[in-house]
């Protein structure tokens, strides 16, 4: 085998050991700017097998949830009013599109930064 090739198995074999066999990617602490009466949705396909660990923070408070669509509803697993913070893990029991939703109650423009991660149970 060629030492490229070699290289690129030993790379995987330890970012599997390191990272555990379920853990998906991190997604780093990201940023964005949502408008007044604007929202902003970071979304996920997710499975009984997952834990979702999340959190945020902005200067200015903000409605968060995290939602599903099933038929006609909308479930909420987490739903929280006028929050500058919080921080969590979701145990998923359903096979669905999870989404973490920001909603800017404000009349200006908030700064919110967020960080999740999913790790299989």
């Known amino acids: 085998m060629s ?3 070699m290289t690129m198995v030993l790379v995987s074999l ?3 050991f390191l990272n555990g066999c379920g853990a998906l990617p991190v997604k780093n602490e990201s940023e964005v700017i949502i408008n007044p009466s604007k929202l902003y949705e970071e979304c996920m396909e ?6 979702l660990f999340y959190s945020f ?3 200015d408070p903000v409605d968060f949830n995290i ?3 099933e038929e006609r509803n909308i479930i909420y697993p987490v739903f929280k009013k ?3 913070a919080e921080e969590g893990k979701l145990y998923v029991d359903k096979e669905q599109t999870y989404c973490l939703m920001w909603t800017n109650i404000q009349t200006k ?3 919110v930064t967020y960080a999740f991660r999913v790790e299989r149970k």
């Open 3 to 5: 030492k490229i090739f």
């Open 14 to 16: 330890l970012s599997f």
């Open 46 to 51: 997710l499975t009984p097998r997952d834990v």
């Open 57 to 59: 923070k902005s200067f």
């Open 67 to 69: 939602h599903y669509h």
């Open 82 to 84: 006028d929050s500058s």
């Open 109 to 111: 423009p908030v700064r």
